[in-house]
Structures are given as C-alpha cells and as structure tokens.
C-alpha cells in the first residue's frame, strides 16, 4: 500500500518510458510531481525530457543519465522497463535470439541500475523498480530466454534490495501478466501465426494465462509500480493483476 510520501520535485528517470507501461508509469510519477526523464529506444513524446539510447550500451547509458541529469539533477527514482519478448521453440532459440533478450531485459536492468545507483547512496534515498513478468516467476512454452531474463530480474531485484536494506534504497519488482500493449499484440499475432487461431481467440489464450483469467491494463500496472515506489517496502515482486506477492 502506498504511503504520503512524496516525490515532488524528484527526478526519476524510466527506460522504456515511451509507450506502453513505461509510459503509464512515467505519466504516474509526474503527476505525482516527480521530474521525468525518459530513456528509451525512439524518442519520446515530448511530455518529458527524452534521452535516446540502448540499454545494453553501457556508453550509452552514460550519455542519456549524464543529459538527463543536467536537466534535472541526480536520479533519485529508476524505473528499469526496457525489455525484449520474442517466442521460439527451445530447439529453434538460437545464441543469438537469447543473447538479445538476456542483454535487454536483465544486463540493461543490470547497467542501469549500476549507473544509478551513486547518486541514490549520495543522497541516502532512492527508488530502483524493475518491470519482471509473471514469466519471471514460473515457465511457460516457447518464451525459455525470456523466462531465463525475467527470473534474472527479479533475482538481482532481490540482491540488489539486500544489499541497500537500511540506506534509504529500496528495490523491488513488478510481474505483469499480459496486459494490453504493443508488447502483447505481438504476441496475439504470433499465437495466430503458428496454430491458426483467430485473433479473439489468442488473446483469449493470453487471459487464461494471467491471474485472473483477464487481460491486464497499462494504468492498473502503473499503479502497481507507483504503489511501490512510494513505499518503504522493499525486496517485494508484486503481481499484476491480482497484487499477489512473492
């Protein structure tokens, strides 16, 4: 449950931040009063200052945080969204299919952290949240490297909430099941692709999967991860619908 604290004038800063759940959580942290710097792939919108950079580039990663941090300060909040999905059989996943995703989903959560985290042991508070899934908690068919990334993100959350407890930094998780992006309607398509489904009927294969029985939405997910950052909890992987913990 989120507390009063507040986030007015701090700067978070969110990968990913320029669509889907990045987006929505980005909007959640502004209008919570947070300055917000989106780091991502494409440019943004323009509703925040916009750094453009791969989260796998560690150069990268340090020319979009220097920018954004001439904008608006040291990074007091980091939201790690960045992330990768792509669907194959274990024999057809090939190096480089898993090295793609490993790089983007869990050693970008990884090198951003990292890159952040100085400013919030400077200050003695910070903020790290990392979008998971519910693949980062149990497995599923055709998706081995991105199960493999997700339980890695949710590992290093927990070491990375270890290892802060008591400083002022928490760390923690969030698992979305399907939820209703760009992201999943890819994912529809290639349900569709590979056994002939009808639209309707991949995303009703997707329900089924998510706690709930039910697809999840972007503003629900966002709530979540600000439900978190606004707390004082930490080392917590909180589940997406439902709220369940792990």
């Known amino acids: ?3 009063d604290l507040s986030i007015q004038g701090k700067h978070a800063v969110v990968t990913g ?3 889907g759940i990045g987006a929505g959580i980005a909007a959640g942290l502004a209008a919570r009063g947070a300055n917000v710097s989106v780091v991502s792939r494409s440019p943004g919108t323009g509703a925040f ?3 453009v950079a791969d989260v796998t580039d560690e150069m990268q990663i340090a020319q979009a945080f220097d920018a954004a941090r001439a904008t608006y300060g040291p990074i007091a909040i980091l939201v790690n969204n960045s ?6 059989p274990l024999a057809r996943t090939s190096t480089q299919l ?3 995703i490993i790089a983007t989903n869990l050693t970008g959560t990884f090198l951003c ?3 952040a985290i100085g400013d919030m042991t400077a200050s003695g508070w910070g903020r790290v949240l990392n979008v998971a899934s519910i693949a980062g908690l149990g497995g ?3 998706i081995s490297a991105y199960c493999a990334s997700k339980h890695g993100v949710i590992g290093l959350t927990r ?3 270890a290892e802060f407890a008591g400083t002022g930094i928490t760390a923690n998780a969030i698992c979305p099941g399907y939820t209703e992006t760009a992201m999943m309607h890819q994912a529809m398509e290639t349900i569709a692709k590979f056994t002939g489904a009808t639209q309707d009927a991949a995303r009703s294969t997707l329900a089924a999967m998510n706690p709930g029985g039910r697809i999840a939405t972007v503003d629900e997910v966002a709530q979540a991860a600000l439900a978190l950052i606004l707390s004082e909890r930490t080392g917590v992987s909180a589940v997406v619908p439902g709220g369940a913990e792990a």
């Open 98 to 100: 898993w090295d793609r």
């Open 113 to 115: 952290t990292r890159a």
């Open 83 to 88: 992330g990768v999905s792509e669907s194959a």
């Open 159 to 161: 070491a990375i909430a």
């Open 140 to 142: 599923a068919a055709y």
């Open 17 to 19: 931040g320029a669509r």
């Open 49 to 51: 200052f916009s750094a």
């Open 1 to 3: 449950m989120a507390s």
